[in-house]
């Protein structure tokens, strides 16, 4: 059996430890010292997800590299890991934005200015910063690799404590004198609706457990589960089925989120840091669109697909609704939120679009949307933390004084817009080419999710970047080095998956369509198939 899982989750969560084991004190030294620490941890958990991805077999089994621990043996509870292609990439996305974060945040825990009697504001213990970016790296990826249901849940709700003290205790400077109260306000709102979905799942997950218990599978793995379920050794009627699937994509909703469950997503991210909220939007939000692939559709696959129509209504409402309220806004980070709604619509529509060509796209939409909302909002956070303040009429004429900060920032912008050439534009074409084959009038209505972020992200650079340079911008200095380490890997991923996707999609495929297969559901057959070569319809000769 395998460590390489455990070593990956382990790692992290022990850097957790370490970091906030090392000595407090307000120097410089010792602050450069817990970020190195923290840094050099979140580099070894990079190499360990690579060495999983490189020794990930496309063709192999579904689950690979697995292990099991017994935990819990009275209710068959184990500590059980494995990884098929979509948890490999997600857990190596998450790996990869670590570090970045970690480089983008070099100072957000530093203490902030004097105050008139020589103490310090808005004083934050550094060893606590990256000790809960670490721990919130360490139960994500533990998410991503989890076999138990009940593990993926106790880790699936464990994540939120760490997310609760970044986004209340380590905000955004920049939010003005109510920051305090509003930072206050996000994390109880951000905590409080994902305890909710948690609370219901918890209730979906006794369930499933006591159904399956009676019928003689007392165990909580999910190969075991989807298994039975599949060969009908497992039956779950109709309504138990229906009620099991709620609960759990309730859950998974709230934490995506999905419209109308997403209201918390814009307060959290617009009172965080610019590093906390790639966290939020890039990594953690991902658990959710991924354990509804992995346990929705796996679990429940009559009712994934009776409740399939309806998802997809509320997915296209929130591509339309997110970028909408993207193009209304005054703050550059809640713009940046509600477009991540929007996006995320695409994302829930391709995996309930139920083809081949939308849970790809769904997998690689996670994959790149992470990467370009990363260089868009840590670019913005750059600009942010130079100007202090969000506000986007504050901007004007950057591009003349920071080029390369504007360049990197239209760059951002253009992914997310899903420019052709740029990685996004690969997973939302699969998105809305899986989703029409099947439901064409809902691929349309979201055609038109593309041109309002044309709109919101073009609007955004012509308001910040371009015209007349503003006076709190005039001595706006342009990208530093450590910036630059930042945003230069974001960029080059965002060009090479732009134009060299097959190396997700030869990963990504096999896993979605082990997924379909448990939906017992296939492409749908094209309306005219092409003719064959030679046939009369072709202008060919007959043989």
């Not at 779950?236 to 998974?252: H, I, P, Q, V, Y």
């Not at 951002?412 to 029409?436: D, H, I, M, Q």
């Not at 970047?465 to 342009?478: E, F, L």
């Amino acid at each position: 059996m395998s460590y390489l899982l455990s070593a990956t989750c382990a790692v992290p969560a022990a850097g957790a430890v370490l970091t906030a084991a090392l000595p407090a004190g307000s120097t410089e030294a010792r602050r450069r010292t817990t970020k190195a620490v923290a840094l050099g941890v979140s580099a070894v958990t990079l190499a360990l997800a690579a060495a999983v991805a490189g020794r990930f077999e496309p063709g192999g089994a579904r689950y690979q590299l697995t292990e099991s621990h017994s935990w819990i043996r009275s209710f068959g509870i184990t500590f059980s890991l494995g990884v098929d292609g979509i948890g490999t990439v997600l857990a190596l996305l998450t790996a990869v934005l670590v570090p970045i974060v970690m480089l983008a945040s070099w100072h957000d825990a530093d203490p902030g200015p004097a105050a008139p009697d020589g103490t310090f504001e808005n004083r934050r213990r550094t060893q606590g910063f990256f000790a809960l970016i670490l721990a919130v790296e360490a139960m994500v990826i533990v998410s991503f690799y989890a076999t138990d249901v009940f593990v993926f849940y106790v880790f699936f709700e464990a994540m939120l404590i760490p997310m609760y003290f970044l986004i209340g205790g380590f905000g955004d400077r920049a939010g003005g004198p109510e920051s305090s109260r509003q930072r206050s306000y996000a994390a109880v709102k951000f905590l409080l609706y994902n305890l909710l979905g948690g609370l219901v799942m918890l209730a979906a997950v006794i369930g499933l457990y006591v159904i399956a218990q009676d019928q003689g599978f007392a165990t909580f793995d999910l190969p075991t589960l989807t298994g039975a379920i599949a060969d009908g050794r497992l039956v779950l009627s109709g309504t138990a089925e229906k009620a099991l699937f709620l609960g759990f994509f309730f859950a998974f909703a709230v934490k995506a989120p999905l419209w109308p469950l997403h209201t918390w997503l814009p307060n959290a991210m617009g009172e965080s840091t610019a590093g906390t909220a790639v966290l939020i939007t890039a990594v953690v939000d991902k658990v959710g669109t991924f354990a509804m692939l992995r346990y929705c559709l796996g679990l429940f696959p009559d009712a994934s697909k009776t409740f399939a129509p309806a998802i997809l209504v509320l997915s296209v409402i929130g591509i339309i609704y997110g970028a909408l309220l993207a193009i209304g806004q005054k703050d550059i980070k809640r713009l940046v939120a509600y477009a991540s709604i929007s996006h995320f619509g695409f994302i829930i529509m391709g995996i309930f679009a139920l083809t081949s060509q939308g849970q790809s796209g769904a997998t690689l939409y996670m994959v790149n949307h992470g990467i370009s909302t990363a260089a868009w909002m840590l670019v913005a956070g750059f600009l942010i933390s130079r100007r202090g303040s969000r506000l986007i009429a504050d901007y004007g004429g950057v591009q003349k004084v920071a080029p390369v900060l504007a360049g990197t920032f239209l760059i951002g912008g253009l992914a997310t817009l899903s420019l052709p050439g740029l990685a996004p534009f690969v997973s939302e074409f699969l998105v809305l080419v899986g989703t029409f084959t099947r439901y064409p009038a809902i691929g349309i209505v979201a055609t038109f999710g593309i041109v309002l972020a044309a709109l919101y992200a073009l609007l955004l650079y012509q308001r910040t970047m371009t015209g007349p340079v503003k006076d709190g911008v005039r001595s706006m200095p342009d990208l530093k080095v450590r910036e630059l380490a930042v945003v230069a890997p974001l960029v080059a991923l965002t060009v090479l998956l732009g134009v060299y996707p097959k190396p997700l999609t030869d990963i990504v495929n096999p896993a979605v369509d082990a997924t379909l297969s448990q939906v017992h559901q296939s492409d749908p057959a094209p309306a005219h198939p092409v003719a064959a070569h030679g046939d009369a319809t072709s202008g060919g000769e007959h043989k």
